[in-house]
């Protein structure tokens, strides 16, 4: 990790260095936020999916990236992922930069490497990318489902607009919200069925008492 703070477009000519013709198109942005005229740098990459791993090594030689979120989205003949990292954060005001990294995985290879050799939280928001979107992280150390349940339909993914996806309107999307909880509500009856059980016999208890007084 340097020392050195760059400057969004210093960043950009290093990944134009690194990455080459794998650095598909890249751009600066620069926002204003508030009333006191905050403003945002944003440096945003879109790369070939197979050179992730190498632009977040050359990212963490800047600063340690914190990960945001990895947002995705169905646009057609592909699943975009998009990977939003800040940098230099708590390196003076004005410094932090938001870089945002975008790969497309195509619909016949929907297939992305893990970055958790790097950035260890990622694995949650890359499970919850496999279930709502249906793509495939290789070397993920954990795939299990992190929202859907279990016994979910394999081949059907919340956030997809093809054939895959699912609507609203849907009875799977309808029925979702009683995961689990037919279970709960049968064990609420229970216990209010024994609670009310119990009452009763203490009342029957008390009146019993009394009557022999």
Excluded: C
């Excluded at 990212?59 to 947002?71: Q, R």
């Amino acid at each position: 990790m340097s020392e050195k703070i760059l400057t969004p477009e210093e960043i950009v000519s290093e990944f134009q260095a690194l990455l080459g013709d794998g650095l598909q198109s890249s751009r600066v942005q620069l926002r204003a936020e508030g009333l006191k005229t905050r403003k945002s740098q944003e440096v945003w990459l879109t790369l070939d999916k197979d050179l992730l791993n190498d632009a977040l090594a050359k990212l963490a030689t800047f600063d340690y990236p914190h990960l945001a979120v990895i947002s995705g989205v169905d646009v057609g003949e592909a699943v975009e992922l998009i990977y939003h990292f800040f940098i230099y954060y708590g390196r003076g005001r004005g410094n932090e930069i938001k870089v945002s990294m975008t790969v497309s995985l195509p619909k016949d290879d929907l297939t992305v490497d893990t970055i958790s050799g790097i950035i260890p939280g990622a694995v949650f928001s890359e499970r919850e990318k496999q279930e709502f979107l249906g793509i495939d992280v290789i070397g993920i150390p954990d795939s299990r489902r992190l929202f859907i349940p279990d016994h979910f339909p394999e081949g059907l993914y919340p956030w997809r607009k093809d054939e895959t996806g699912i609507t609203i309107e849907h009875e799977l999307a309808k029925e979702l919200w009683r995961v689990g909880r037919d279970d709960a509500e049968a064990k609420l009856a229970a216990r209010a069925a024994a609670n009310a059980s119990e009452a009763d016999e203490g009342m029957s208890s008390a009146a019993s008492a009394k009557e022999e007084k």
